[in-house]
């Protein structure tokens, strides 16, 4: 059984920054794409970031050259590095794998997500 939790997220003031970690179990790295999503209030689920088994990375325009994303084998973790928050970064963070090696950004191809995790950037 995949289970995908989400920690990390909180209040932090904008310019901050803050790490997110995805703690995967029933899935292997080596067989599954990994990304980020989120989604404010009101809005749709937007893709932030994804990796590959090959460690290919992609981001939103909104977050390249701010948030990074990057996997810990030995600890079975993908964690989202963010930096320079905005308030507009605020939103519901996810944690999604595939069962493609690569995923990119339509949700749609992710198989399994986590519960979500709150950022909240003010000003």
């Known amino acids: 059984q995949v289970q995908l939790v989400e920690s990390g997220g909180e209040l932090v003031q904008a310019g901050g920054s803050l790490r997110l970690s995805c703690a995967a179990s029933?899935?292997?790295?080596?067989?599954?794409?990994m990304g980020w999503f989120r989604q404010a209030p009101g809005t749709e689920r937007e893709f932030v970031a994804a990796?590959?088994?090959?460690?290919?990375?992609d981001y939103a325009d909104s977050v390249k050259g701010r948030f990074t994303i990057s996997i810990d084998n030995a600890k079975n973790t993908v964690s989202l590095q963010m930096n320079s928050l905005e308030p507009e970064d605020t939103a519901v963070y996810y944690c999604?794998?595939?069962?493609?090696?690569?995923?990119?950004?339509?949700?749609?191809?992710?198989?399994?997500w986590g519960q979500g995790t709150q950022v909240t950037v003010s000003l």
């Open positions: 999604a794998a595939s069962r493609s090696l690569y995923a990119g950004s339509n949700p749609r191809v992710y198989d399994y």
């Open positions: 990796i590959s088994r090959s460690a290919y990375k």
């Open positions: 029933g899935l292997s790295f080596s067989s599954h794409g």
